[in-house]
Structures are given as C-alpha cells and as structure tokens.
C-alpha cells in the first residue's frame, strides 16, 4: 500500500481485511479460499501517483515479493484506470514478476469487486467482449452495469457508482442472450 504523507492517504489495514472477506464472498461458489500474507505500507510519493504507461514495471521490479508463489496486490493513490492485472499468457503474466494487480484505492470501496475483478484476470479470465470487435460500445450486447434500484440499466440513469451504464461497461458482463451476466 503506498502512501504519500502518512497512512491516512491510502486504505488500512482493516480495509484490506474487508476487502479480502469481500474476495473470499466473490469466488465462494468457486471453492476458491484466497488469504493474505503480510501487508506493507510504503511510503513512496513517486509509486502514489501511479502512471501505468511509465511506472508499471519499476514499481514491480521494486517491491514484488515472491512472485512465483505470492500474487502481489499494490493499492495506489491515484491512476487512471480503477485497476489492472495481465492474463496469465501475456508475456508478462503467468508467474512473471510483473504478474501482479494494481489498484486505485478509490476504487477499493466495498462492494465495488474491483479486486475480484483483477483477480479473475489473474486466473485468466478475459473480458466478456474480447475479442469481439463488431461489437461497437453501448449497442445492445455491450456490458452494462445495474441502476440503483438494480434493475438492468439502458436509460442511462445514474448506477451506484454515479455515472451513466455508458460510462460504466464492463462491470457486470455483458447482456447478449447467448451469456450469462458475471
């Protein structure tokens, strides 16, 4: 967990524990049991602000610990994406020590599952329109997310995250009859 001005500026360690119970409710069905091993706060103004483009792989060269048997999960301050990991046959995936998931912590909030999220990429779980170039965003097959009241949301009213389904794809799967939602 980096921080950039003390522990305050990034989640805690209780947070990291509501996330992994939140983890471990995401990939029950499955029988998959993921724990942790040790948590590290590092202060690091320069890994805070994380630039996927240019950081990626000094941060992990820097701090990954055990890549062959640990997946590393580094929660930074502010990035662009809500997270990512590469796919296990990805020239850096499989146990390459860039195999790893980094998060934006305002992204972490519980019931987001963008851990879980980043994690099925770890097991190498795609996108559900990859792939899938005729597929133009927002038609009818694109994913969508759930509106407030959690029903399927086209019209564009605000979801829990507060934006529109067409800014929010990609969160639920998609909505084609042929594929169940994720």
């Given at each position: ?71 590393n999960v580094y929660v930074v301050g502010t990035m662009t994406p809500y997270g990512y990991a590469h796919l296990p046959y990805d020239p850096n995936g499989g146990t390459n ?86």
């Amino acid at each position: 967990v980096f921080t950039d001005g003390g522990a305050s500026t990034n989640i805690d360690q209780a947070m990291i524990n509501t996330l992994m119970v939140g983890l471990n409710a995401d990939f029950a069905a499955y029988n998959i049991v993921l724990c942790t091993d040790s948590t590290q706060f590092i202060e690091d103004a320069a890994n805070y602000t994380h630039d996927r483009a240019t950081d990626e792989f000094s941060l992990k060269n820097t701090y990954a610990i055990a890549p062959s048997k640990l997946i590393n999960v580094y929660v930074v301050g502010t990035m662009t994406p809500y997270g990512y990991a590469h796919l296990p046959y990805d020239p850096n995936g499989g146990t390459n020590i860039n195999e790893e998931i980094v998060l934006n912590q305002n992204y972490t909030s519980v019931g987001m599952h963008t851990l879980a999220h980043n994690m099925g990429h770890i097991f190498g779980l795609e996108h559900t329109f990859a792939g899938v170039s005729e597929i133009a965003s927002c038609s009818s097959c694109y994913e969508k997310v759930r509106n407030i009241n959690g029903s399927s949301n086209t019209t564009g009213v605000s979801t829990p995250l507060g934006g529109s389904y067409t800014s929010e794809g990609d969160k639920e799967g998609d909505w084609c009859s042929d594929t169940n939602q994720t």
